[in-house]
Nanobody
Framework: QVQLVESGGGSVQAGGSLRLSCAAS????????MAWFRQAPGKEREGVAG???????YYADSVKGRFTISQDKAKNTLYLQMNSLKPEDTAMYYC??????????????????????WGQGTQVTVSS
């Protein structure tokens, strides 16, 4: 079983930066894609950034040009570099993994239903 543990969240002022990390442990072979999601209070969980086969990246329109997803397979770690943060980026951020292969066919790693492994989340708060 794969476990995901997020870290790197915190409180920053608007315009600041944070880098989130997601460490995967366990038997990670066969993980087809990974992604970052976020959920603000009273809102649905939304896909922020995803990466398929360590190569093809996808971003939500709201974060394009500001966030960068990357993956270090040697370290079994997924990253999310977040720059030019805005108050509307405030949310709990979750790391997720697709071990079923769904995203290889749909090419939609930002859909929550495509992922079957989830971390516990890390809070990001951006103040104006």
């Amino acid at each position: 079983q794969v476990q995901l543990v997020e870290s790197g969240g915190g409180s920053v002022q608007a315009g600041g930066s944070l880098r989130l990390s997601c460490a995967a442990s366990g038997y990670t072979y066969g993980t087809f894609s990974m992604a970052w999601f976020r959920q603000a209070p009273g809102k649905e969980r939304e896909g922020v950034a995803g990466i398929i086969n360590g190569r093809d990246v996808y971003y939500a329109d709201s974060v394009k040009g500001r966030f960068t997803i990357s993956q270090d397979k040697a370290k079994n770690t997924l990253y999310l570099q977040m720059n030019s943060l805005k108050p509307e980026d405030t949310a709990m951020y979750y790391c997720a993994a697709d071990r079923s292969g769904t995203t290889l066919f749909t090419r939609r790693p930002l859909e929550a239903g495509a992922h079957n492994i989830w971390g516990q989340g890390t809070q990001v708060t951006v103040s104006s």
